[in-house]
């Protein structure tokens, strides 16, 4: 038995070190708090969005040890001993990552609450390297829901960084 | 100045693609929506939602969430503070007549997923885990949610909603003629209710600034609402209350009302003098406004050519219990074509859920629907072409007012799109085109939406570093504001658009409406506009009153402003830096606020309105009852068009939401419980990435006087019409005609 | 959601030990934090079992075994996967998204729970959610439920993707409790509702999933996952087919296919199944077998259209599996 929290019910919190956007966090967490929920309300790392907690809508995507997944479903606690990459990782020194850079010369979003999710998205999706057409791109974003319907342009971003291979 | 705001061709920002200047806050995640901003102390409210459709709370058992380590507060009807008494004071800036629905105020349950308490923690887990505890008991009545049902007791509104035209009176005699008519068609149709479904939950963070003062971060298309109804509720000052939304996770017509997240933040941050964050779940996104489900009847009757001479549209709209929501739904038939025989009825019936709310192109998504599904048939019925048969009859004037249209180039829309779509290698004939398995459909439909305007201010500061800082209080909601805004006050001073910053959404800037109807464009653009051209006249003022100003006899009309200067128009060697001309003034700033508002006279004469042609090819597995939406052209006549970038972005958006309703958005309500049952993102589709592919939108250029832009907006006219042309597309594919919409696999394989 | 007790278990063992008196093993997450957060699920103990070394594809007695901790994303990639079960590989990126097709786990996806409106409404009763409280969902709105061997006191589907092609691979289900490992045959592992609609599985609550282990066969040239939805994609099944044919020219030596979306259960009929035996791969052998299977639909107020789209789909799903045409995932046209 690696971890034991304690008695139900108690307030207990569970040490955990998570690497977020390169910077090793030590961090007590209650064993109910969603990863999601710990870079928004702790960490003030508000670029993850919450736009269903249920993992409907891929608001919330970030990427964890490189892979994405929809950051409300995860339980913090879980996650100890990962390396978390959020929106606000993905810009450099103040430089645009490519695909934020072709979101907005594409105008691949309106409200811009699922942009980073989007983004996040797309950079977990082309390091999979499984996606490859518009329709295997469409298919692989289908899990990012855009209520302004800016998936031409999304898609259009996501296959201008591809072919230019710049995406890291 | 010489005026460059025109279609003249000197444009240089406004008129051409630029990107969002919000952009990088955008993408990076620096852009901070309404539960997002942080506040020392803040204190998490999580709200219980009620179970039952009808009747009465009996008992509210709060002890065990208040027994749980970290809670603060339950507040529930018995319990909470005291408020306003007068329904007038919930009324906000474009509520429906009626008594709005306040949350905790008594025992009543007046909808299913009523808010009947608030946990207040100090943290959001606790407070959730809270208000899991609270047990609610009711004494439930049956309730009544299907508006055929309450048909019997349908009701013309006795107060009419402000803004929303009520059907006009009836002209010729519609009946007789539809008697008359060697052609008729009578059919109903239906739009199943709809969820707007923003991206981002409804939130709004109070932050307590002590001496009964408070700033609020709420999700609303336009904080002056948000600030009136605070102000009114609780019985405060505006200058107590201010209130920020400078990004917004979509509206669609949702945020423009203030729901009762921010009433129980504000009730909450005000009994314990801390600062309070609610932001609602997804499931509650479910439990205020939707899109009414309305019962329609369109009737036409026509001559052998498809000439009609007789059109009834009738509408029985679902509204609540205590408000009475209005939307305009058949006029849009008499506006869109020329009839002598026009009758049109809207009526409410009441249910028992909450009020429905304005969701994008209110009405005419719904009306234009059933009218253009109709037209189509009656072009078979007739055997003419269905843009043949709208052009036969196309309107001149609006018939409903008896105006002219200050500019319609719904005619080029049909053209041009119809050219970009190769509609002329259509074979009309159902069934007639296949791709291997599949059935090909194409069919068109046409959109109108109106161009409105609404009295505005905006104010603008040009500081002696050369940068200039505009804005007013409406919201951007994704639509663009920001960048079209900092268009034109770049074009109108001559400045980079760098060193131009556009502030939105703050009760401390200038007094401008709620952002909806798609009249930001026109109303805050305009005003934008004006006050940029009094700092323009306050400047050149200065420049002229230079020593040796090479500019001292030329008049404002001569010169240009460009490039940072002011220059005569054709001799940019006589030009003075307006940070020279400032530093000459001995100013470090030059300030103005100027107001805009429609163009009574102009309105008085002519009507405004958006119109467009969309075409739809879609291909189906009639087998399996599966479509796809392949392609669609959009042909858009809106006035003018400031970004085109931009622009395309909300037309594409207005298409995807038509394709949503055309063949998948559904809130599904339970009769017998009165309740939303599929309320979540899950089993409420909304398109997916995979769902859209090839759309192309095309802007028809027009001169229109209704405002000195020129513009029309755009934020409405995607999605009208855009369900009825896949309908008609179906139609075409498969010979089947489906008037009741989503267009679900059960339908198609029926 | 409710307060829990958390344990990180580092081997199997530690698990069952941990899980014993009310726990609930989580992995992937992505279905019981869902029902946490409703309120659905109320697990008095959450045994973290992600470190527990079960995350392997390997032989397995001319099959593969795939770990109960293999993600979704992670199977459906393995080239053996793609090579020799292609129609498992199918059914899995037909399901979810890929964000939570990386979360997800094959132990976690057998033992999702249903996605029935009222079972994941508090307000509402269930007989799932809390045995004896009621069925809304019969007479209710209902069109996503089932019309096979449903009960009087559960109308609900098994969402799975992922499990009807495993049903249609006859995969065995490896499983380990306190009194030692066993195999259950995957058609015996999801249960009907009958009178206890609460209970999924016959997996017992203090047993954990080990592996899923795929039976040597030829299921590499004629099969498809064929998925009809509300939408083009994440999105649940109204009717999905997986379909497994052995040929020999255009003879059927067999055929199975299982339907998803339909039941309680990945569904199938050993009739039907049967009926293909010796028949020519034809519409009027698929005909045949498909009008076997609907005889014994029975269908719900607002889903009758159902029976049709699950006949219509075992004969364009047995149709796809013969021609050697899958379902595309990413091109959205039906073959």
Redesign the interface.
Known sequence: ????????????T?GISLTINGEVRTLEV?????LL?LL??RL????????????????C?VLVDG????S????A??K?GATVT???G??EAGT?HPL??A???H?A????????GQ?C?AA??IA?G??R?R?????????????????????DAIEDVMQSGAAR | MVTTISSTGTDRYVGTAH??V????????????A??F?APDLAHGYVVSGGIAKGRITAIETAEAEAV??VIKVFTHENRPRTAWLDYNYRDAVAPPGSPFRALYDDVIHYSGQPVALVVAE???TAR?AASLVKVAYAAEVPATDVDAQAEFAYDPPKKRAGIKPPPQPWGDATAAYEAAPVKLSNDYRLAVEHH?????HASTVVWDGNGRITVYDKIQGVSNSQGYIAAVFGMKKDEVRVLNP??????GIGLRPQYQLFLAVMAARDLERSVRV?L??DQMFTFGYRPDVRQRVSLGADAAGNLQSLRHDALSGTSRFEDYQEVVVNWSAILYDCDNVALSYKLAQIDTYTPADMRAPGAVTGVLALEIAMDKLAYATGQDPVALRLANYSERDRTEGKPFGSKALRACYAQGAERFGWERRNPKPRSMTEGRELVGWGMATGVWEALMQQSSAQATLTSDGKLVVGNSTGD????TYTILTQIAAEVLGLPMEDVTTKLGDTDLAEAPVAGGSWTAASSGTAVMKACRKIAADVFAMARAMDDSPLANVDFDRVVFEGGRIAVAGDPSRSVSLVDAMTAGAVDKVEATESAGPDSGHAKEFAAYTHSAIFVEVKIDEDLGQVRVTRVVSAIAAGKIINP??A???I??????GIGSALEEESMLDHTIGRFMNH???EYH????????N?DVIFVEEEDKANPMGVKGLGEIGIVGTAAAIANAVFHATGKRIRDLPITVDKLID | ??????????TVA?AL??VAGGGRF?A???NL??L??YNVERP???V?I??LPLDAIEEHEGGLRLGALVTN?TAA?DARIVARYPVLANAILAG?????R??ATTGGNLNQRTRCYYFYDEATPCNKREPGSGCPAIGGVNRIHAIFGASDACIATHPSDMCVALAALDAVVRVAGPGGERSIPFADYHRLPGDTPHIDTTLAPDEIVLSVDLPEQDAASHYTYLKLRDR???AFALVSVAAVLDLDGDTIRAGRFALGGVAHKPWRNPQAEASLRGKPATAETFEAAAAIVVAEAEPQSGNAFKVELARRAIVRGLSQAAAGTPQS????RIA
């Not at chain 2, 990004?247 to 669609?252: E, I, N, R, V």
């Not at chain 2, 909304?686 to 592919?693: E, K």
């Not at chain 3, 979810?96 to 939570?100: E, I, K």
């Not at chain 3, 995932?329 to 959205?332: A, E, L, V």
């Open positions: 038995m690696l971890i034991d929290s304690g008695s139900p019910r108690a307030m207990e569970v209650a064993p109910w708090t969603t929920d928004r309300e003030d790392l508000t670029g993850t969005k919450k736009g269903c907690d249920h993992g409907q809508c891929g608001a995507t892979k994405r997944i929809n409300c479903l995860a339980l606690v879980m100890d959020t929106i606000e993905l810009t645009l934020q850079a979101f907005v010369e105008d979003f309106q409200c811009g609450y699922c942009t980073p983004i998205s977990g999706m999979e499984h996606a057409s329709d295997e791109i469409r298919e692989a974003m289908s899990g990012n829901i855009c209520r302004c319907g800016a998936y031409t342009n999304i898609v | 990107s969002r919000d952009g990088p806050a955008k993408v990076t995640g620096l852009a901070k929506y539960g997002e942080a380590p970290g943290d959001f887990e885990h479904n923003p991206m981002e939950p990004y917004l996770g979509g509206g669609f932001t779940t997804r909601i994704g639509t663009g970038k931009t395309r972005s909300q594409l958006g207005g298409v995807v939401m979540n993102l899950g909304v398109p997916v990435n995979a769902d859209i592919q759309l | 959601m409710n307060r829990f007790d958390y344990v990180r278990a580092g530690e030990q941990a989580i992937g997450g992505t934090v869902d946490m957060k008095g103990r959450l973290d992600t470190r994303a990639y979810a998204s890929g964000q939570l990386n979360a083009l994609s994440y995932i990413s091109d959205k």
